[in-house]
């Protein structure tokens, strides 16, 4: 048995004595699946389209049209334009229909392209040989467009499977005439070539790096597809509008503001306007802060800068308000709901290491013993 890394993802092949290769998940791909149906009888798995994984964010839907015994990991040949192309098996059965309802692809009509067979190691060795000009390409077509002054960042390179084709993924504010650049490249590399244009966060998502959580991107180890961020979702979520901490490391909104904005705008569907001042003898009191959850509103005399700070209930609002509308002003606002504050400790910082531990790294001459100790008595 043989192994060794394909470069597409975190795995390991795996070479049987058939020669048919599987990919083994080593964790830190973004693309896995989870089979939750895998204890379901074969006959309600029975599926003849696949989902194939390729690099990074790529996938696509191919028929097994010659009846193959595939798994989820094995690695395949399967149809191209031109062409095959090399891909892993990510999803089998009947979670593949689900998927394609998810995508809006029709199983009837549609025309899937065909799964040729099992990779074979002329396949592998070929795949590896195209991948390791990955690099070197990009680094390529990146001195090509600069010479060209072409107003574009070439992110990635993607080698189709048998090496007959490169996919070059690329960013740009504006449209680019890239014509000149495939006429170039197509000359000095000898293959098809594709440009394909991504956004600021797909390009992120292929970087990868570490948000400001502590955590690896979401984009990069999660995130297949990606959903617009408006301000509004700060905005319903009482984030500071802070354009330095609600941007990700693509310059971007942060995608993590739209994982809680439905339970905000749900717990928020009875609340009242915060543009809508409360009325009293004493003046008009205007909203500062809200605690969505625990349904409590701040509101202050001042607009602009708080003062004299009272904390209401949301019924307690609305009742005002409704007051207000009849043309009824409150005597005096007072915060009636007890928030609980949590006291100020002062915790005295105690050294729990010896400050003089740093000291023992230092070279320091040995003490010299003492003679007095060491004296032998004269007889």
């Avoid at 689900?98 to 070929?126: C, H, M, S, W």
């Avoid at 409150?330 to 949590?342: M, P, Q």
Wanted: aromatic share 8%; charged share 30%.
């Amino acid at each position: 048995m043989t192994n060794g890394f394909n470069g597409r993802g975190c795995h390991k092949l795996l070479k049987d004595a058939s020669e048919s290769f599987t990919c083994v998940d080593m964790g830190g791909n973004k693309l896995d699946n989870t089979n939750w149906l895998h204890d379901i009888p074969e006959s309600y798995q029975d599926c003849d389209i696949l989902e194939i994984r390729f690099k990074n964010t790529r996938k696509g839907y191919y028929k097994n049209v010659n009846d193959l015994k595939l798994k989820k990991g094995d690695v395949v040949a399967v149809e191209a334009s031109p062409g095959h192309d090399i891909g892993i098996v990510s999803l089998t059965g009947q979670l593949v229909r689900f998927q394609l309802e998810n995508n809006n692809i029709p199983v009837e009509g549609t025309e899937f392209r065909k799964i040729y067979r099992k990779a074979k190691p002329a396949d592998i060795d070929k795949w590896n040989e195209s991948m390791s000009h990955e690099f070197t390409t990009m680094i390529r077509s990146r001195k090509v467009a600069l010479d060209l002054k072409l107003d574009m960042k070439i992110g990635d390179v993607e080698y189709q499977g048998d090496g007959t084709k490169a996919i070059f993924y690329y960013i740009a504010d504006d449209r680019v005439d890239f014509r000149e650049l495939i006429k170039v490249l197509a000359e000095q590399l000898k293959v098809r070539i594709e440009m394909k244009q991504i956004g600021a966060r797909q390009e992120a998502g292929r970087i990868g790096g570490i948000g400001s959580c502590g955590r690896e991107l979401c984009c990069s180890t999660w995130i297949t597809n990606f959903v617009s961020v408006t301000t509004n979702a700060a905005r319903y979520q009482e984030v500071s509008l802070n354009p330095q901490k609600l941007a990700g490391q693509c310059g971007k909104l942060k995608c993590c503001l739209n994982y809680e904005l439905s339970c905000y705008l749900d717990a928020q569907k009875d609340f009242p306007s915060t543009s809508i001042p409360l009325d009293t003898e004493q003046g008009s009191f205007y909203h500062q802060k809200t605690d969505v959850f625990k349904r409590l509103m701040w509101y202050s005399s001042k607009k602009e800068m708080p003062a004299e700070i009272v904390c209401l209930s949301v019924d307690q609002v609305k009742e005002i308000i409704a007051k207000n509308r009849k043309g009824e002003k409150i005597k005096k606002l007072e915060s009636t709901v007890n928030v609980d504050i949590a006291p100020i400790i002062d915790y005295q910082y105690k050294n729990a290491v010896d400050e003089k531990i740093l000291t023992r790294i230092e070279d320091k001459p040995a003490p010299r013993p003492n003679k007095k100790h060491h004296h032998k008595r004269r007889r």
